[in-house]
């Protein structure tokens, strides 16, 4: 088994240790660049053709293994995303994805659940459903909405098969505002208009996430990882209140750091540990030949500092206690955060243990010399 519980027993020992160390660990800059613990990034959309470029990024920011959202379906990219699977030495996993714009039909529940099976068969480790669910697709009745009972098959058999569904719903709900200079998402708004769901044609933002809460609640079997903070960033409460009543329910952290970040510090910290079994590491790193993502873009050319700041802002908001620091993604608010400081134990299992676990894959050893992560201090679950 490569998820150890019997670390948790250090728990004791770990707060009597904090306790002795917590007075020289306040403000501290984050560990060498990058940090020497194996990370899995499960939120990442690499085209086929880019991969090399991705392992090369992947290593340079000291990422494992990176999750590939973008797998396409059977026919229709599966194939080339598997294919990179097998030439990265399975350092890029694959989710595929599934047209759902059939659904009218009534053949679409057969039709969609044979296209899961295949995806399964053929290497793929889980199902990546994107935003168009409830505001994209369309029937004749208008969008598609997240809780549609037409695709409870869907579910039901990704659930059967072991498949993990990664599911965003929704945006920042600064996307349901108008767009306009006051928007505080303005500057991602004007360089993204289409981003917008202000239009009283699209559910509001709180309808959306009710949506999403029905659909995790109807499938107990199935396990669920809500992208981007669990698709509620702005509201911790509401993502903490599905993380208890749903056991089969999991988050991840991708191109989500500044707005969760705005919390202040000290409630972020003990979000991550209490649910520190729940959280998963994803980034949103988008990989193609013409262009790069770093959780959200201008379009503009990205520059090698760029990434540094992406991934160590990263790793200085999980590890380090520093104040007013800046954050991963700048096109999502000009606001700095305050770092939360997050024990060794803790980081481990953010960082790839709960994605090893969640997901059924092993994390290759670390290259380059094992070091020691964090201050020696670890913590219970709050
Ligand atoms: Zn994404």
Aim: net charge neutral; aromatic share 10%.
């Amino acid at each position: 088994m490569i998820f150890d519980e019997s670390l948790a027993s250090t728990t004791f020992f770990g707060l009597a240790l904090f306790a002795a160390v917590a007075s020289c660990s306040r403000e501290e800059e984050p560990r060498a660049f990058p940090a020497a613990t194996p990370k899995i990034d499960v939120h990442t959309h690499i085209s086929p053709s880019a991969y090399e470029r991705a392992l090369d990024l992947m290593d340079q920011a000291g990422v494992q293994i990176a999750v590939n959202l973008s797998g396409g379906m059977p026919g229709a990219g599966l194939e080339q995303s598997l294919a990179v699977q097998e030439r990265s030495g399975k350092r890029i996993r694959v989710f595929c994805n599934l047209d759902l714009r059939g659904v009218e039909d009534p053949r679409f529940a057969g039709w969609a659940t044979g296209i899961l099976r295949r995806c399964k068969e053929a290497g793929a480790l889980g199902l990546k459903i994107p935003k168009s669910l409830g505001l994209g697709v369309l029937t004749s009745e208008g969008l598609l909405a997240v809780d549609d009972p037409r695709l409870d098959p869907v579910f039901d058999e990704a659930g059967r098969l072991g498949m993990v569904v990664l599911i965003h719903v929704g945006d920042p709900e600064a996307f349901f505002e108008p767009a306009r200079p006051e928007n505080e998402r303005w500057e991602e708004l004007s360089a993204h208009p289409e981003w917008s769901f202000a239009d009283p044609r699209f559910p509001r933002w709180t309808e959306i996430l009710d949506a999403f809460e029905r659909r995790i609640a109807r499938h107990p079997r199935t396990r669920f990882i809500g992208a981007h903070f669990g698709n509620a960033a702005e509201d911790p409460e509401r993502v903490a209140r599905m993380l208890d009543r749903y056991p089969n329910y999991f988050i991840d952290t991708a191109a989500r750091v500044p707005e969760f970040g705005r919390h202040p510090a000290p409630r972020m910290r003990r979000f991550f540990v209490r649910y520190q079994d729940r959280i998963l590491f994803g980034t949103d790193l988008g990989v193609s030949e013409g262009s790069l993502m770093l959780g959200s873009t201008d379009g503009k050319p990205v520059t090698r500092a760029a990434i540094d700041r992406f991934f160590s802002a990263h790793w200085r908001y999980f590890e380090t206690t520093s104040r007013q620091i800046e954050n991963p993604t700048p096109i999502q608010g000009r606001w700095r955060i305050d770092a939360i400081g997050l024990s060794t134990e803790v980081l481990r299992k953010l960082y790839w243990a709960n994605a090893a676990r969640l997901l059924g894959i092993t994390v290759p050893r670390y290259p380059a010399r094992p070091t020691p992560l964090t201050r020696g201090h670890s913590e219970g679950k709050g």
